[in-house]
């Protein structure tokens, strides 16, 4: 046993029980030694179900020496607070994003993290998805020009103020839609220069959003999403100045819709869903992926406060920035950062 990462699993509640733990579950090479929550029930209800670990209602009741690496699933103004003590304290940290209440916070976090070199990762389990994974290996090339990415993304939830946020939108585009702008980031990693947003309100509370981000490089993001939906839906789409055009409707598949501007439609990938979801959420392959990068830490090998490919705080930090401008377009009195026709042209006779 001596040779297991030794995990404390920080934050016991939904997030945790419905879906981290029970992909954590289904990985080998660690050990739970701690389930904390300040509501001790909640943590007792994982410790029932890792076998050996001690029950706490914070990490100062826990030997941190007997941590290795945690796994955070609280609130950001927490998250915070808690990332940062358990990194300069040697821990390794897996964080559910945003990692952090403001953008003023994270960029603390990145400080205390590069300072500490520990690895800390941050939960755009996007990223993990098999599709997405696919549909960005085989958009490599096109990529590496100026290209058009588009990213729809909807969920419910947030449906109300949530998390010290006045308003319903802010929570939803701080705390679900920030995974849409970091995956615009993973797909054109050349820096935005320009954010325009414009939001389409609906029933209370709720509301459809299109961003459109605009790269050093000239590639456009558009980014249309919202919790107008009744289920949650991604897909995402990439064309290049190749004239090829590259699809992933939903999280099970990837076509190639144009070749050399031509209708084309040949499936690429295909991912069934017979997996309980490991393939599809993102959420197994991205705790395997931060398991292996602690293990490689702990025998020696400094990340600097990441491993290669893994969302970091720095990647939450650029999403944050991205949110705090996109939420300063959409108070803009309407404007949006676009000039306003004296006369609107008609749309139809």
Request: charged share 20%.
């Amino acid at each position: 046993m001596a040779d297991l990462l030794r995990l404390a699993l920080v934050g016991c509640g939904r997030q945790m029980q419905q879906n981290l733990f029970p992909f954590l579950q289904r990985i080998r090479g660690y050990q739970v030694v701690a389930c904390v929550d300040p509501d001790l029930s909640l943590a007792a209800e994982v410790q029932a179900l890792a076998r050996g670990a001690v029950c706490a209602d914070s990490i100062e009741a826990i030997d941190l020496k007997t941590v290795d690496a945690a796994i955070l699933a609280v609130p950001p103004e927490p998250s915070y607070r808690l990332t940062r003590q358990l990194a300069e304290r040697g821990v390794d940290c897996f964080v559910e994003k945003p990692a952090g209440p403001s953008t003023d916070a994270l960029q603390d976090l990145e400080r205390v993290v590069c300072r500490s070199g520990r690895h800390v990762q941050v939960g755009f389990n996007f990223r993990y998805a098999e599709t997405l994974q696919r549909l960005h290996e085989l958009s490599t090339d096109i990529r590496s020009s100026p290209c058009s990415v588009t990213i729809d993304f909807y969920s419910r939830h947030p449906s109300a103020p949530q998390w010290g946020v006045d308003t319903t939108l802010e929570a939803w585009i701080r705390h679900n839609g920030v995974h849409a702008l970091d995956l615009a980031c993973w797909f054109v990693p050349s820096p935005v220069v320009q954010v325009d947003a414009h939001a389409i309100p609906g029933a209370p509370d709720r509301f459809q959003v299109n961003l459109f981000l605009r790269h050093d490089d000239g590639s456009l993001s558009t980014l249309r999403m919202g919790n107008h939906v009744k289920r949650f839906l991604v897909g995402v789409e990439v064309q290049g100045m190749d004239g090829s055009r590259y699809s992933a409707p939903s999280l099970e598949r990837v076509t190639l819709e144009l070749s050399d501007g031509l209708p084309y439609g040949q499936e690429l990938h295909s991912t069934r869903n017979l997996d309980h979801g490991w393939a599809r959420s993102g959420f197994g392959p991205e705790l395997q992926a931060f398991v292996d990068a602690c293990r490689a830490t702990r025998d020696g090998h400094q990340t600097n406060g990441h491993a290669k490919d893994a969302p970091s705080i720095t990647d939450a930090l650029a999403a944050s920035v991205l949110c705090d401008r996109a939420m300063e377009e959409l108070n803009a009195a309407g404007e949006n950062g676009s000039g306003l026709l004296k006369h609107p042209v008609q749309a139809w006779a």
